[in-house]
């Protein structure tokens, strides 16, 4: 499971429609992610798992699979156990088992907010996140999609709001998972935890 403190306000990014690896310099998403990183409130009182799965529906998601029950991620692009879990679970959404939900935030790296904002603003969500997946670098630890230069403010705002949220939840750590159990209540656990998916597969609803 990654975290890592969140101090302030997320990196810009633009569109590229093509989920190519990224090239983008270092140093200019290291200075962009710091002209972006201003003070925020400290420590926000965290919220209930019902309020967090009330605020996820007003939030910048997407789904990955049709069919089966549905399991909410908070994944950041750049997150190697984000990306275990996405290979864990393919398997289990390719066999009609489960829907995820995908919920992109970006505070790992100074590239991860301009990656989440390539997914965002992708024609395919699904496509454009299987291609971060796909071609992770485990070594580095960084998803293989482009980032992003210079987004609008609404996809801006979307990674924003959408990491502030995952701070809400008591911790900023991914993956962040959150879905109904079978006593139609909602559980919220950060990272797999020792029974990884198996556990969640026999309670979810």
Not at 38 to 49: I, S, Y
Not at 110 to 124: E, F, Q, R
Not at 175 to 196: A, D, I, V
């Amino acid at each position: 499971m990654k975290k890592r403190r969140l101090t302030g306000l997320l990196l810009t990014g633009w569109l590229i429609t093509l989920p190519l690896a990224a090239t983008a310099a270092p140093a200019q998403e290291r200075m962009l992610f710091q002209e972006m990183a201003k003070p925020q409130h400290a420590n926000p009182k965290a919220l209930p798992p019902s309020a967090i799965a009330a605020e996820i529906i007003h939030a910048q998601t997407f789904l990955v699979g049709h069919l089966g029950p549905e399991l909410t991620a908070f994944m950041d692009p750049n997150c190697i156990w984000c990306h275990r879990f996405y290979e864990k679970a393919l398997p289990i959404i390719n066999a009609g088992k489960l829907r995820l939900r995908v919920v992109l935030v970006g505070f790992l790296k100074p590239s991860s907010p301009a990656k989440a904002a390539s997914i965002l603003m992708s024609n395919n969500l699904a496509k454009a996140l299987a291609y971060d997946e796909s071609h992770f670098n485990t070594q580095k630890e960084e998803g293989g999609i482009r980032p992003a230069i210079n987004p609008p403010p609404l996809m801006r705002r979307a990674v924003r709001n959408n990491t502030r949220l995952l701070i809400r939840t008591g911790e900023e750590a991914t993956p962040t998972l959150l879905y109904r159990n079978k006593q139609k209540q909602w559980e919220l656990q950060h990272g797999l935890g020792s029974h990884g998916l198996h556990k969640i597969m026999e309670n979810i609803s």
